[in-house]
């Protein structure tokens, strides 16, 4: 055929298995078409090859000059025979590149499932500024008269913390303890995991129980609950919350490293280590470790030493067990090995690490002080509950204390104990100091008086008062215009009671003294005249006066109320002294002056007791204040008396001396104490005027060291028109046989009191 005709050749190229048209011949269209294994997921999930396409069938070759063979179209060298060993290997062989395929390609859907839940998690996490304050509830702080801190109650969070503001040495001990890779992983450490594993079946438990081998981000989903919000509609309690957030289970596992490696996608390390710092519970009360260096040490967490530091990073392994206010020796030697990981680890040098472990953390004074002890909880049972323990909002208290008084008279129920109890006796003692308007400056509730959350029995215990009621007869007696040197017979005197019969009270001396005036009555706290004297003014009368000073259980209906058989708390009693000091006004015994909210800077609410109304004139109460200065003068009281001061004050003791009482005071402070068994087991040689008096005399020494003497508001009584013999009084005689008895009587009560 000549060159450039144009016609096409009758016979198709061998080399070609599709025509010109570009379709594939009908047997190559059907190959591609059913029963192909080669494409589709299929293919891609368990390796099927694709079918080798059939070969053309040879054409005649050309006229044209011969060509050499192609490589594709050489014969293909022989196959070499296996050996014995290479088929028998060959099954696992087959199986292992099974094995393979099906892993690469199972992990490459797991990762990706992984990627989409990390995305998911990623989308949904906050600004890193939301997280770093996690409590559920708010936290109390209360201040003293001064406005220095003495304790704290709820969820104490100090304020927000980073790792560039807080000390270093706290952030290198977090760090050194709780995950020495934390910035080398991406939130979750194989090794780590793996290491803990080990351990936890070398020590004979389940993989996953015990030591959990989590990194710090792992720890910091924990806290968030892996962002769940508590909602008390769908939660029981807080508790039931809070457990279901650190539950142990694989799946939970599994979610809280998704949720680790989306936090690591979000922030940066230094802000996950941020919110970790912020949100973990110190032990204490404390959230966070600008709460925790408050709480324990008195200074903020950008102050802290190496070995605050280390004390308060060992904390977090149990920060309950571990806190420095429950046991500072163990504190003390966790922070010792976390000292030691600091160095091991290079952020302190060896002569670093020696000063800090031979220099331990100590508790700053208002740690040592534990909670505030019985004061605290009695505030807190002041105040309504939303502003107390179940505040959501951070509370500002400012109290009525004085930590010096408090040291003051913790001081002396100690020193009373040690020195004038015998050992081993399980009774108990109580004192109140207030000023006369009933502000609270001082309490102990118990021998114990570092405690906190324990019964009180200052203010929770009800006892039969005693002798220390007379002063409240006597008062009664007095508005309604009797004197202090008004005469009364002490003579055997009986009663007829309906419904019980004849009664006949007693003296303690089981003697009679005659005709003696009111305040000797008072001085040597005879019964039978104060009998008479609530008689003769009335018990209801007598009951109003006591119950308006702030006496307000229910009292005795029969003659023994004016013998104390009525109940009461020693701070309802104390409080009701100062209504005696103060002029005759009643009181309301408070330790509250305001309380505001942290961001706030008016208070919400202001004192919460105080003066009130007055109960009996001036006159009358500084009459009955210059009765009750011969108490402690000249009568049960004597033991007592404070150098250089006047004091005026009441011994009480009850029926099988089941109690003991001593109330009194100064110009300045108003203080009871109380002394008995809980199980009312009768004092064995105790009686108001013995113990109790010597605590009383031996705390209020302590309170008014420093202070210049000032005279009680007493004003003696007129004296009154002597009156003329009668022929009675001549035949009667010389009454020396009665004086002499008063004066060993007197004797007798300075050695036992009464």
């Known amino acids: 055929m000549a060159q450039g005709s144009g016609r096409k050749p009758l016979v198709a190229d061998k080399r070609y298995p599709k025509s010109r048209s570009g379709k594939g011949s009908k047997s190559t269209r059907r190959g591609a078409g059913k029963g192909s294994s080669g494409g589709g997921i299929f293919g891609f999930l368990f390796g099927r090859r694709k079918p080798a396409a059939a070969a053309p069938k040879k054409a005649a070759p050309k006229q044209a000059a011969p060509r050499k063979k192609s490589a594709a179209t050489r014969k293909p060298a022989p196959k070499r025979k296996r050996g014995l060993i290479g088929t028998l290997l060959a099954p696992f062989r087959w199986l292992l590149r099974l094995v393979w395929g099906f892993t690469w390609r199972v992990g490459l859907i797991c990762t990706g499932i992984v990627a989409l839940a990390v995305g998911y998690q990623y989308m949904k996490l906050p600004e890193v500024t939301q997280l770093l304050d996690g409590r559920a509830r708010g936290s109390v702080t209360l201040l003293d008269a001064k406005g220095e801190v003495f304790a704290w109650r709820g969820d104490q969070f100090g304020g927000v913390v980073t790792t560039q503001t807080v000390s270093k040495h706290l952030k290198n001990a977090v760090v050194a303890t709780e995950d020495k890779r934390f910035y080398r992983h991406f939130g979750v450490s194989p090794r780590g995991i793996a290491s803990a594993v080990r351990i936890n079946l070398s020590e004979g438990r389940g993989p996953l129980s015990g030591h959990g081998g989590s990194t710090i981000t792992q720890q910091t989903a924990k806290l968030l609950c ?70 324990y040490f008195g200074k903020s967490a950008n102050q802290l030493n190496a070995a605050e530091g280390a004390m308060i990073a060992g904390l977090l392994t149990a920060p309950s067990s571990l806190a420095p206010t429950n046991n500072l020796k163990r504190s003390q030697d966790r922070a010792a090995t976390v000292l030691r990981l600091m160095n091991e680890q290079g952020y302190l040098t060896a002569k670093e690490t020696q000063y800090a472990q031979s220099h331990p953390a100590e508790l700053s004074e208002a740690a040592e002080a534990r909670a505030g002890g019985y004061f605290a909880d009695w505030v807190m049972d002041t105040i309504p509950s939303y502003f107390g323990d179940q505040t959501t909002e951070d509370v500002v208290i400012r109290t009525t204390l004085d930590q010096r008084l408090q040291k003051a008279v913790e001081g002396a129920v100690d020193h009373v104990f040690e020195n004038k109890v015998r050992e081993g006796s399980k009774a108990q003692a109580a004192i109140v100091v207030m000023s006369a308007d009933g502000a609270v400056r001082a309490m102990v509730g118990g021998r114990k008086t570092r405690v906190s959350g324990v019964f009180n029995r200052a203010t929770q215990a009800k006892r039969q008062t005693g002798s220390a009621f007379k002063p409240f007869v006597y008062a009664t007696a007095l508005e309604l215009g009797y004197s202090p040197l008004d005469r009364v017979l002490d003579a055997p005197y009986c009663m007829d009671i309906p419904g019980s019969g004849e009664w006949c009270p007693q003296n303690y001396t089981r003697k009679y003294y005659g005709e ?19 008689e003769a003014v009335g018990r209801d009368l007598v009951r109003r006066v006591a119950g308006d000073f702030g006496i307000d259980n229910e009292m005795a209906e029969g003659p023994a109320l004016a013998l104390g058989a009525s109940e009461s708390t020693l701070l309802d009693m104390t409080g009701a002294y100062a209504g005696i000091l103060n002029g005759g006004s009643s009181v ?80 300045d402070y108003v203080a009871g104490v109380w002394m008995g068994y809980d199980d009312n087991t009768p004092l064995t040689g105790v009686t108001g005027g013995g113990l109790p008096a010597e605590i009383w005399h031996e705390a209020m020494v302590r309170v008014h060291e420093g202070l210049e003497p000032k005279p009680l508001p007493m004003q003696a009584p007129d004296p009154l028109p002597k009156p003329q013999p009668s022929d009675r009084d001549q035949r009667r005689g010389p009454r020396i046989g009665q004086e002499l008895g008063r004066a060993v009587d007197g004797i007798l009560r300075d050695i036992f009191g009464n």
Do not use: H
Not at 243 to 270: F, N, P
Not at 603 to 617: A, K
């Open 516 to 534: 003696i005036t009111l305040t000797q009555a008072l001085r040597d706290s005879l019964n039978i005249p104060a009998v008479k004297i609530s």
């Open 226 to 295: 892996l962002g769940e919000v508590y909602d008390p509609e769908v939660w029981e309690s807080e508790r039931a919350y809070e457990a279901d957030c650190r539950q142990g289970s694989l799946w939970r596992k599994a979610t809280e490293a998704v949720y680790a490696m989306a936090m690591e996608a979000k922030y940066t390390k230094d802000e996950i280590l941020s919110i970790y710092m912020n949100r973990a519970y110190m032990g204490g009360g404390a959230y966070g470790a600008e709460a925790a260096a408050q709480r």
């Open 588 to 667: 309301t015994p408070y330790g509250v002056t305001s309380l505001s909210l942290v961001e706030d800077s008016e208070p919400l609410m202001g004192s919460s007791g105080g003066m009130g109304e007055r109960v009996i004139r001036t006159k009358a109460a500084q009459q009955l204040v210059w009765m009750m200065e011969k108490v402690i003068a000249e009568g049960t009281g004597r033991r007592s008396q404070i150098p250089g001061w006047q004091a005026a004050g009441k011994s009480g003791t009850t029926q099988a001396a089941r109690d003991a009482w001593f109330i009194g005071f100064t110009a």
